[in-house]
């Protein structure tokens, strides 16, 4: 199962870099969301790329229905580590971070994979952007995302377009950076992560009402 494996591997590598980021711990949610993002505004940055696995829309953000049970094998597996749980109405909250041997793994496997390595960089770019900001604005983000708020005007709960297509509304970014000049990203050096830095900076403003 090519989307099984590659959800696990992403999974591996967000927590890595959350964890080099200052996350100390990681909620199913942070998960959902950062990877989200990453599927979503992979275009720009990984234009040739095809997402194996992806993301329905509910009630709760968009939702990857195979990350639960994931997070449970890599825990299994003693990849990650369960720091803590707590049993809430309607569901279940769990916080994790990357263990040691979780981390040797992405260090001398996931690494290796040359042919993953610029899905690599990218991953590690969107999760230090989205570092600098609090769960509140990633949850505002969400709400107002193009296609979420196409989808939930019609009551649509189903699964979210996430590739380089016409029907991917979430071209704010794709645009942005075509209007400033920038048509092809090579994920080398910082330039891209201060071109995404001032993107999302622009779109936090935004939601706060500040322009």
Known sequence: MENQYELKNDILITAYYMEKNGWELISK???????????????AFLSDYEWTYSFANTMYGPINKDL??????LFTKELLVLEDRKIIPNRVEEK????SKGKLVVENSIMKLEQETSKRLWLETIVKVLTIYEDNFLSKLIKEDPNISFMNAGNQKTKI???????NLSK???KY??????????LE????EEWLLL???????KYKGEI
């Open 177 to 186: 950076l075509e209007d400033n000049g920038r048509k092809k990203f090579e």
């Open 29 to 43: 949610t942070n998960f959902q969301r950062v990877l989200y993002f990453a599927a979503e505004l992979s275009p």
């Open 161 to 167: 377009p996430i590739g380089n297509t016409e029907d």
């Open 96 to 99: 994790y971070r990357i263990s």
């Open 68 to 73: 639960t049970a994931e997070l449970e094998e």
């Open 189 to 192: 050096g910082n330039a891209d």
């Open 172 to 174: 704010e970014l794709m």
């Open 199 to 205: 993107f999302f900076d622009l779109l936090y403003r």
